[in-house]
T-cell receptor, first 113, second 115 residues
Framework: DADVTQTPRNRITKTGKRIMLECSQT?????MYWYRQDPGLGLRLIYY???????NKGEISDGYSVSRQAQAKFSLSLESAIPNQTALYFC????????????FGSGTRLTVV | AQTVTQSQPEMSVQEAETVTLSCTYD???????LFWYKQPPSRQMILVIR??????QNATENRFSVNFQKAAKSFSLKISDSQLGDAAMYFC????????????FGTGTSLTVIP
């Protein structure tokens, strides 16, 4: 099994719908992150969490919310999806220092129509 | 916020040749790390190489090496003996010691390997 698992792998949803992207990890890392990738923009941070009780907004948190249900689980929600939220979403984890980089999930490609 | 700039949206290289991907960054911090990630068509993000800012020696990993110029805030990736499997999007990333060890990513360089 992958160290960081994202579900679903692909999803098409309609404008205005609520959608949740899920992430679970077996790395034992405390820190988890949600990034969004758009062509020509690279990856941008949406939210990050240091532990279950510590959640922080990233660069582009508007329109998104998160929940850290357990050390191993970090979900991202779009309360009312809009077309410009069409993107590739990555969950990532790291240890305390992140000196050795992130461990990424395989991404969720979300299309909002 | 830190900024990471990859000025080459696309690059191409002949198989077995050498290619260099550029990355510059802007920071006032002194203790940071730099990374190159590879994203093949499978879209998985794969760590290629990392560099610690306080180390003057350039990092190497097999055919991959970096040219780290701290004063110039430059961090280029050299791929030697390019292989077809090297074709991918490459992202440069800066790890800030502040802001929760957040990573800042460049916009990516798409590398094509020509047989």
């Amino acid at each position: 099994d992958a160290d960081v698992t994202q579900t679903p792998r692909n999803r098409i949803t309609k404008t205005g719908k609520r959608i949740m992207l899920e992430c679970s990890q077996t790395k034992g890392h405390d820190r988890m992150y949600w990034y969004r990738q758009d062509p020509g923009l690279g990856l941008r941070l949406i939210y990050y969490s240091f532990d279950v009780k510590d959640i922080n907004k990233g660069e582009i948190s508007d329109g998104y919310s998160v929940s850290r249900q357990a050390q191993a689980k970090f979900s991202l929600s779009l309360e009312s999806a809009i077309p410009n939220q069409t993107a590739l979403y990555f969950c990532a984890t790291s240890d305390l220092t992140a000196n050795y980089g992130y461990t990424f999930g395989s991404g969720t490609r979300l299309t909002v129509v | 916020a830190q900024t990471v700039t990859q000025s080459q949206p696309e690059m191409s290289v002949q198989e077995a040749e050498t290619v260099t991907l550029s990355c510059t960054y802007d920071t006032s911090e002194s203790d940071y790390y730099l990374f190159w990630y590879k994203q093949p068509p499978s879209r998985q993000m794969i760590l290629v190489i990392r560099q610690e800012a306080y180390k003057q020696q350039n990092a190497t990993e097999n055919r991959f090496s970096v040219n780290f110029q701290k004063a110039a805030k430059s961090f280029s990736l050299k791929i030697s003996d390019s292989q077809l499997g090297d074709a991918a999007m490459y992202f440069c990333a800066y790890r800030s010691p502040n802001t929760g060890n957040q990573f800042y990513f460049g916009t990516g360089t798409s590398l094509t390997v020509i047989p």
